[in-house]
Each structure stands twice: as structure tokens, then as C-alpha cells.
């Protein structure tokens, strides 16, 4: 996914699809993440949700490994 400010360079996705982080480099030379989760609408009306945006990291390991920390989903997948 293509952001305003950088790029997705690592997109990790649950298990059951309705969730995703995207580390993303951004044009500035940092890195930070956003979690998304999939939700319908009382209309039915079904879209992506931002539901966290990091604060900013020097390299993307640093924050993927936030990530791990912050996002329930993605804490209880890779203990699994």
C-alpha cells in the first residue's frame, strides 16, 4: 500500500483476514506502523478502520517489534 508520506514495505495479516499492520517507510527516512481492522457499518457498509498509528522508529525492525507489543492480534499470533 502506498501512504502519502512513504510506503508499505512489510504488510502482516491475521488470521482470519480481518485484521493487518503495515510497517511503512516513510519518505523522511523513519519507519512507523498502522494496524487496520475490517469492520460493516449499521448500513452494511463494509471499509478498512485505522485503529493505532505509531509514533516514529529509526529502522523497520525496531518497528515491527512495536508493533508486537502494542497489538493484542498480532501478540497472541506470533506466540502461537
Known sequence: MTYMHGSAI?????????NYVDI?????????????TWVKDEDDHAYW??????????QADT?????EKVIPWLRVQISD
Open 63 to 67: 518497528a515491527e517489534h512495536e508493533a
Open 10 to 18: 512489510k504488510s502482516i495479516k491475521s488470521a482470519d483476514g480481518k
Open 24 to 36: 511503512i517507510a516513510r519518505n523522511d527516512g523513519f519507519f512507523e506502523f498502522r494496524a487496520h
Open 49 to 58: 478502520l485505522a485503529t493505532y498509528n505509531s509514533g516514529l522508529y529509526d
